[in-house]
């Protein structure tokens, strides 16, 4: 997890607003590569030569009906844990709200997680004009933080019967 991975390859100080500030330890920098060798995929210069160059592509996009509420409350939380230096609520309040903006949400019962998908995702929905509008024969490399996604994603594009790759791991 983040936290496992701060504690480990960082150095914590409290910051003026309470929160916390994070300093990599450049010493443990060989270590963190041989930890993640195995776990990334690595090319050599040669064969990046004929990739297209990086596009960002900013949209706004509107709020969904059904998440407002979610997402007002999660803003709140976050305000509050921040104001209260709460580094655990803080984090749990950003993913929450990451989640929202991503079309779902995820509740926690006693012994499993369930997601909750929104109707209405025009995240989603702008990805889907973006892919539509590319010219025939080109590819897109969509990136995403969340398994669910991957699989939110998949299924609509399985749905308008678009070939497609999904990894994740």
Known sequence: TIGFYREVFFSKKQNFWGGY???????????????????????????L????????????????????????????????ACREGAPHLIENNYLKLRQLSSGFMTVIGDDNKVQIEFEDNPKLEALVELIEAMPQGCKMVVFHHFVYTNALISKRLTSLKVDHARVWG
């Open 21 to 47: 500030e994070y300093d990599f330890r450049k010493k443990l920098l060989p270590e963190l590569k041989r930890i993640i060798k195995n776990c990334s995929i690595h090319y050599s210069i040669d064969e």
């Open 49 to 80: 030569l004929d990739l297209p160059p990086k596009e960002y592509v900013v949209r706004s996009i509107r709020v969904p009906d059904a998440a407002k509420g979610y997402i007002d409350a999660a803003t709140k939380a976050l305000q509050t």
